[in-house]
């Protein structure tokens, strides 16, 4: 069964670094993309940045580039988000998700398929705040 577990989020104050960190297990993801996706309160999940699992390649949103990086370790089987100069706007469940596309294509699919891809973690809250 596979899992992807999310973990690392909490309660910064602006201006703060955080990574998250995406556990991934139970297949190997050669020709998958693993991307990470927030969801503030209220408001629509939206996509962050995803990366190849096989050559590493990246796609990031407007909205964050050049402020997070995702990179992953697949000796450890992890994902992780590194996000720079948090601000309150941050706020949100973060999530990592899985899916057989290229990064780009995972950017930039409409969020109604959202529901449709592989695998899903469960979240974890970041909270920016002072």
């Known amino acids: 069964q596979v899992h992807l577990v999310e973990s690392g989020g909490g309660l910064v104050q602006p201006g703060a670094s955080l990574t998250l960190s995406c556990a991934v297990n139970?297949?190997?993801?050669?020709?998958?993309?693993m991307g990470w996706f927030r969801q503030p309160p209220g408001m629509e999940r939206e996509f962050l940045a995803a990366?190849?699992?096989?050559?590493?390649?990246?796609y990031y949103a407007n909205s964050v580039k050049g402020r997070f990086t995702i990179s992953r370790d697949n000796a450890k089987n992890m994902v992780y988000l590194h996000m720079n100069s948090l601000k309150s706007e941050d706020t949100a469940n973060y999530y990592c998700?899985?899916?057989?596309?290229?990064?780009?294509?995972?950017?930039?699919?409409?969020?109604?398929?959202?529901?449709?891809?592989?695998?899903w973690g469960k979240g974890t809250l970041v909270t920016v705040s002072s």
């Open positions: 990366i190849s699992w096989s050559d590493g390649s990246t």
């Open positions: 139970g297949r190997t993801f050669d020709g998958y993309s």
């Open positions: 998700a899985a899916d057989e596309l290229t990064p780009q294509a995972m950017g930039i699919m409409p969020p109604i398929y959202y529901a449709g891809m592989d695998y």
